[in-house]
């Protein structure tokens, strides 16, 4: 399964809306009728963090200004207004089929 | 307090072998599936191979497969990969990661990843 993450550079402002798109090569429904597509943070320097799992379901501790949808195949996270805390790079991963797969990642920075 | 700790990463030449290890705790490690994930230098991140609770099943991405072995010892707390026949596309920031997620997906963890150097 490819999954292409667009955009791969995101200049924000702060206080702003931001989007992020991932699109799957094939359905990621799996047979027990689950969506296994996370969201994941990686400020610099860190380790990554998961923020959204399942499509849409928020983690713990993650703030409620980030938020996930999908169309079909067409997956998306949403930054409703950017803090200066929000930069990094964002991956999205498919955990339905095997192996499971990352997108290229997308480097959110400020203006 | 959970804690992943990843060592043996080093600077090897093309076709050695390395074992890595991440040392758990803070959480049943006997209750979770586990993974390894890499990130070569400035690049994404790669999904590379997991194991289940009990070491009974075991997946790994393409390129790698028939090179690295996953394992776990359950009464360590300990998982490892054996990295065999590598080569300079390997060379990554290597983190182990409790990522699984079903329908119930409980919270997410990483190491603080060991770097491998793949270099003549």
């Known amino acids: 399964i490819v999954i292409t993450q667009s955009p791969l550079s995101l200049p924000v402002t702060l206080g702003q809306p931001a989007s992020i798109s991932c699109r799957s090569s094939?359905?990621?429904?799996?047979?027990?009728?689950?969506?296994?597509f996370h969201w994941f943070q990686q400020r610099p320097g860190q380790s990554p963090r998961r923020l959204i799992h399942?499509?849409?379901n928020r983690d713990s501790g993650v703030p409620d200004r980030f938020s996930g949808s999908y169309s079909g195949t067409d997956f998306t996270l949403k930054i409703s207004r950017v803090e200066a805390e929000d930069i990094g790079v964002y991956f999205c991963?498919?955990?339905?089929?095997?192996?499971?797969?990352f997108g290229q990642g997308t480097k959110v920075e400020i203006k | 307090q959970v804690q992943l700790v990843e060592s043996g990463g080093s600077v090897v030449q093309p076709g050695r072998s390395l074992t890595l290890s991440c040392v758990v705790s803070?959480?049943?490690?006997?209750?979770?599936?586990m993974h390894w994930v890499r990130q070569a230098p400035g690049k994404g991140l790669e999904w590379v191979a997991v194991?289940?609770?009990?070491?009974?099943?075991?997946q790994y991405t393409d390129s790698v497969k028939g090179r690295f072995t996953i394992s776990r010892d359950n009464s360590d707390n300990t998982l490892y990969l054996q990295m065999n026949s590598l080569t300079v596309e390997d060379t990554a920031v290597y983190y182990c990661?409790?990522?699984?997620?079903?329908?119930?997906?409980?919270?997410?963890?990483w190491g603080q990843g060991t770097l491998v150097t793949v270099s003549s």
């Open positions: 991963l498919q955990g339905t089929h095997w192996p499971w797969t």
């Open positions: 399942n499509v849409s």
């Open positions: 094939q359905s990621l429904v799996h047979s027990n009728g689950d969506t296994y």
């Open positions: 194991i289940s609770s009990d070491g009974s099943d075991k």
């Open positions: 803070g959480f049943t490690f006997n209750n979770y599936g």
């Open positions: 990661a409790k990522i699984d997620c079903g329908r119930d997906c409980p919270p997410d963890s």
